[in-house]
């Protein structure tokens, strides 16, 4: 679960609210101008996106809030002991590893080993997979950033429907200041929500595709080195490259 | 049909004129500040491309709205069928294939293998056409982009040309709310004709771009993996890393 | 001639004039004004580009009016024939037609095809003149498009220049709408100027030199083709990815 | 320590200060809109960056004010020296050094080049390292970029907030500049926040990550040339290219 | 001498106070506004960059508008004249050339080739050479560029300090329109130095930089030829590329 998604969402609205004032919120709630930015923004990503991808960005957006990354740190170790496994008794006994694990990456690229894959085609293989993962995450980061980037714009073109209508009916000047107020909400949620919702969604979309395909180059890596009978050792140290050098613990020193 | 640009288009339109309310709709119609905006980013546009390039942007735009793209799902069981009639019957036994196939890029690349061309040759042929494709893609997408750029401009530009005659006629002060109104309009027509249609469709048009060239080159490793005699069963494996995970059925299974 | 230009900025201008409307349009005439936007932006051309270069801007935009770039579509057709003629009568038969051609970059690469040049020599003298040529037209629509930044920042400072000398003279309030409106001018200026003639002719001298390099790039291929003594056939299929496949028309068939 | 940051920052304030006038900063103190601009800008960093990316930012701050980065012209005739050392007694006379030395990027490379790995094992690894170096600094930079991108849009919530409460409120005219002031304040925190603090900052750590790279990239040069037995003098030769002409001294002139 | 920088800045400035009168050139004087802005922006410089670097830009500044770069016609006669004597006399017969020649990068180009150096090692050390020339001159440009984009920021946050203080203080009407003139002169300041000095200045150090290192690599890829033993009439050749069709003048013809 991604605490720190809902801190800053829940915290920031907080936050705002406050400062508000509670009895000043009521002037904030407007449904129509909600409606307006939200359901404009929404029109016009149905126009960018096929409507397949647009449903499949839900999936990418709960996806961040539940997503759990593997740690380059658990997985080092795994790999210099499947190496060790496969230096002594063979690369056929990574059969019962291959089969159990719960990452199919993983199981996939062993599996292609088990099978005798030249070590070069094991690596074209995996690198495209991990290409295309990149793209598709790509694609769910992109989409929230183009939401974001929506957003803003019909919220100022809700301000400009409320001018217009504003200034078309001049005739009551005590009405002129809320007027004005109803107009700039749209803006106010256009803004909102897109640096405090989407814009930063985008970016943690982003900074979550690339930790997972860091782990997948890892991987890619290990299982390379492994097909080609490398040393565990040196495994290890090709591996720690990864890590921060203060997180590196050798398992042989 | 692309449903989701038109009810993109329509819905969006649809809410802002619910939001505005049928009473109000005609203080936002008018036909002089529409052709203002949009003959304004016409003529830019005419500065910004050959002739021959905006009228073919037409066509392009159609095809956004009409185009069917075809999916890997059902491409790769078909060359994976080809690849087991090539290694069966040899490649020649494609020739009936590839006369009767409907997509023109896949009948090349066959007949290109069935006359014997080196694999390193179509790959070269198959994937400079990709890369023309894509090329003329952009530039439409591009074409797009930029009307939805200048849109905006010339939003604001009418809105300066409403402000200074207004400036310059404040004699009657009950006419100048109306008058901030009208100068405002080209704004809205600017901001609403970019944000609605231009810039996501030009977003549409990029995303059908790579969609269909990422089903080229599934082709064009397809072709190039049966021009060299590749096992079937492998060529579906290199073609599945197109497809998400879950959607790789193997027909070996 | 490049007729879209003018039709383009003429028909632009035509548009926003009677928008305005003959009897208004004095409100929008000031030389003071144009000087200011114009001469501005021209000064801050002088400071980042040296003055040899803004004067060869003059030719580069004489050009974008009165280019005439050749059609892929009409030179393939002349390649093959000189693939042909090369194949049938030898290269050195090529030697007459590479003293009548009226295009100096196929004449010389034809010229050092005729010297017994290696392909690979070829290949590289030829790319790196479509490199040079690609350099000074990116320059040249660069200008134009630095020259259209400056211009609504200019048009801006127009602005608050006005601004400030009406707030400074605030005594006689019928005096304040026509100075304000006059502020304006300078950023109509700029905003028009940029927006309808020098970012789109930027946007074509961009589109303009991808032409004319394809073409260069295609006689490139072409010309180290017939160097290598390949099929005239097998040159054809190779220069028809240049075009769109329903232009494609073999003189085999 | 860096001393140009703490100028740039003390003074800057400092300035706006004296700008200000002592008995009008009062008017500039506002914590609630403070709280406003960098808690909102805070909270949106926690959307867009992992919890535990958030923290060692604090770190990477504190290393922005700290950091001292080792200049070229003193590893140079280091590197010189350890290359005449194992010219003339044999590589192994580097173990001393590679124990001592406080850089262990230098301790890494010249331990590996004593183990007698291949020049291009020690190339391979040594870029790699530097690579993901570079991609840590990266995103340090990146997050204070991103939290000056968030102040100044937060920064305009704030002010439409404070403008909405105040056209709701309009009964008291006397009151209407005051509360547009404190509704402009928050503009002025996320403007000042960002240009002062944050996106300089964001410019100083890729400054500084750029000559830290630039170090570890001369390091790997010389180390590689080390292993392979390369002659000092063309050593240094090759490491003065790192460097300004005129602050190149030869060890050997 | 740089003429044209000193036209457009001098020039720019000219038309301006032109525009605004010299009866009221008084009301854009103020130097705290001018201190606050250039200030502000020299504050944020230093936070950005080292100490060091910002005392380089002077130099960096002043090399804009004294600089004089070598033109590829003068230079290339005289590389195709030290390849003939080259082939005649032998190698050797250049050490002359390179002790007295006054540009210390086609000396020490000329002196590897003379010490017997591989062509593949020349080209690798000017190339490296050339890269961080290069680099050098990004930084400068960089620097000039980052300045013209604070300026404007730190006139806005001018501009907003002096709304908040002339809302503070709204008692004397007829004081408004003065203090307000006042609060937008930061922003005046802030545009006018960025867009007619700064950003143009960093404009023309990239025009500069490639120029100049257009040249380098000429010279490089003369060098090159020279050690290669290429024949003078080939050389001319190869480097005519750097130059316009219509400059290029054979000494052979």
Redesign the interface.
């Known amino acids: 679960m991604?605490?720190?998604?809902i801190?800053?969402?829940v915290?920031?609205l907080a936050?705002?609210g406050v400062?508000?004032g509670p009895a000043?919120l009521v002037?904030?709630v407007s449904v129509?101008s909600f409606?307006?930015v939200v359901?404009?923004a929404a029109?016009?990503?149905?126009?960018?996106?096929?409507?397949s991808?647009?449903i499949a960005m839900i999936n990418v957006m709960k996806k961040t809030l539940l997503y759990k990354v593997q740690s380059p740190k658990e997985v080092i170790p795994q790999l210099v002991e499947y190496a060790s496994t496969a230096r002594k008794d063979g690369i056929l006994a990574l059969q019962s590893v291959s089969k159990q694990g719960d990452d199919?990456f993983l199981n996939k690229g062993l599996q292609l080993a088990i099978d005798g894959a030249e070590p070069q085609t094991i690596l074209k293989?995996l690198e495209?997979?991990v290409e295309?993962i990149r793209e598709?995450h790509r694609?769910g980061a992109e989409m929230a950033q183009?939401f974001g980037t929506?957003l803003p714009?019909?919220g100022?073109?809700?301000t400009?429907?409320g001018?217009?209508?504003m200034?078309?009916?001049?005739d009551d000047p005590?009405s002129i200041?809320?007027s004005?107020?109803i107009a700039?909400?749209t803006?106010?949620y256009g803004?909102?929500l897109?640096?405090?919702?989407f814009?930063?969604?985008a970016?943690?979309l982003k900074?979550?595709s690339a930790?997972e395909t860091l782990v997948k180059e890892l991987l890619t890596e290990g299982i390379v080195s492994i097909a080609s009978g490398d040393n565990p050792r040196i495994i290890e140290?090709?591996l720690h490259?990864?890590l921060?050098?203060k997180l590196r613990e050798s398992q042989f020193d």
Do not use: C, H, W
């Not at 029109?43 to 409507?51: D, E, G, K």
């Not at 897109?194 to 919702?197: F, Q, R």
């Open positions: 991604d605490i720190a998604t801190i800053g969402v915290g920031g936050l705002i400062a508000i000043q002037y904030f129509p409606l307006l359901g404009g029109a016009a990503l149905f126009v960018n996106y096929p409507l991808d647009v199919p293989i495209t997979e295309y598709r694609i183009t929506y714009a019909f100022m073109i809700g400009l429907v001018l217009v209508l200034l078309q009916n001049l005590s200041g809320p004005m107020a700039l909400i803006t106010f803004a909102l897109a640096n405090l919702v814009l930063p969604m970016g943690k900074k979550r930790d140290q090709k490259v990864f921060l050098p």
